[in-house]
T-cell receptor
Framework: DQQVKQNSPSLSVQEGRISILNCDYT??????FLWYKKYPAEGPTFLIS?????DKNEDGRFTVFLNKSAKHLSLHIVPSQPGDSAVYFC??????????????FGKGTLLTVNP | DAMVIQNPRYQVTQFGKPVTLSCSQT?????MYWYQQKSSQAPKLLFH???????NEADTPDNFQSRRPNTSFCFLDIRSPGLGDAAMYLC??????????????FGPGTRLTVL
């Protein structure tokens, strides 16, 4: 049972345009959400996060939006650059029960930014 | 730079021949994780150490074992690798429940091939 779902395996956008990557979750106990970026032959690197007390978090070209009622979050990249081409993983954790250090990952979305 | 290091980056073993993957960290984090990731799949948590306490995921096969001799090092032992164990193995660390929100920091991974 997938608790974190990234329903788009891949996304292709033009350089300079907006990239929107989506993530849905089913576990209502999740209260912290992270996005990781992964290049081939490298481990995932942390990109941006958001706690459930917020609905938006921004860091430079990257913004994450959280819609708790819909159990949906999205990562916006504006403007997209060819170097952003990578696999993006959505992950979630639940602070209750002392397990806030365990993450549940989605399958990832391959973003390709075309020059 | 503080980091998570995995050795080797690529490992080839024969069916049934034991293999050990290693991970070290300079972050002084409490928690160390081992994930298995197969192509187009989410990273799958195998187990983690919180300090010296070992925590196995319920669906991790007995074929997989781990050791953490000290804070810095953690090993993944595969006692009798099968063809289905070919995957990328990712090591990660985090501070643990001493902080409210945990990021995990990943190493570059070890690509295991089983012949």
């Amino acid at each position: 049972d997938q608790q974190v779902k990234q329903n788009s395996p891949s996304l292709s956008v033009q350089e300079g345009r907006i990239s929107i990557l989506n993530c849905d979750y089913t576990n209502s106990m999740f209260d912290y959400f992270l996005w990781y970026k992964k290049y081939p032959a490298e481990g995932p690197t942390f990109l941006i996060s958001i706690s459930s007390i917020k609905d938006k978090n921004e860091d430079g070209r990257f913004t994450v939006f959280l819609n708790k009622s819909a159990k949906h979050l999205s990562l916006h990249i504006v403007p997209s650059q060819p170097g952003d081409s990578a696999v993006y993983f959505c992950a979630a954790s639940a602070n209750s029960g002392g397990s806030n250090y365990k993450l549940t990952f989605g399958k990832g979305t391959l973003l390709t930014v075309n020059p | 730079d503080a980091m998570v290091i995995q050795n080797p980056r690529y490992q080839v073993t024969q069916f049934g021949k034991p293999v050990t993957l290693s991970c070290s960290q300079t972050l002084n984090h409490n928690v160390m994780y081992w994930y298995q990731q197969k192509s187009s799949q989410a990273p799958k948590l195998l187990f983690h150490y919180y300090d010296k306490d070992f925590n196995n995921e319920a669906d991790t096969p007995d074929n997989f074992q781990s050791r953490r001799p000290n804070t810095s090092f953690c090993f993944l032992d595969i006692r009798s690798p099968g063809l289905g164990d070919a995957a990328m193995y990712l090591c990660a660390t985090s501070r643990g429940s001493s902080v409210v929100y945990n990021e995990q920091f990943f190493g570059p991974g070890t690509r295991l091939t089983v012949l």
